[in-house]
């Protein structure tokens, strides 16, 4: 069964950037589509970023917009989720997903935590 991998989480200071990938580890992206979420210390998960497989159409958290671009590259079955000019309020553990809304997935992975603070 193919999973999720989430990883490139880290320390950043606020203005900051990060990359977070999502890699299927053990198959291909075989799915419509793959959605990034977040849950901050006290908040419901919340979807961030979503993107078609198959045609690369992308949705956005308006939190979000203009600072975060999802990409994909077919090739190595990787999901990425480029985080500029970030915010505090941005901190949460990040997490990837086969579907674009919560009730939609059935599994979740380890994430990876983003932590944006001087």
């Known amino acids: 069964q193919v999973q999720l991998v989430e990883s490139g989480g880290g320390l950043v200071q606020p203005g900051g950037s990060l990359r977070l990938s999502c890699a299927a580890s053990?198959?291909?992206?075989?799915?419509?589509?793959i959605g990034w979420f977040r849950q901050a210390p006290g908040k419901e998960r919340e979807g961030v970023s979503c993107i078609s497989i198959s045609d690369g159409s992308t949705l956005y958290v308006d939190s979000v917009k203009g600072r975060f671009t999802i990409s994909r590259d077919n090739a190595k079955n990787t999901v990425y989720l480029q985080m500029n000019s970030l915010k505090a309020e941005d901190t949460a553990v990040y997490y990837c997903?086969?579907?674009?809304?919560?009730?939609?997935?059935?599994?979740w992975g380890q994430g990876t935590q983003v932590t944006v603070s001087s």
């Open positions: 053990g198959g291909t992206l075989d799915y419509d589509s």
């Open positions: 997903a086969t579907d674009c809304v919560i009730d939609g997935v059935t599994s």
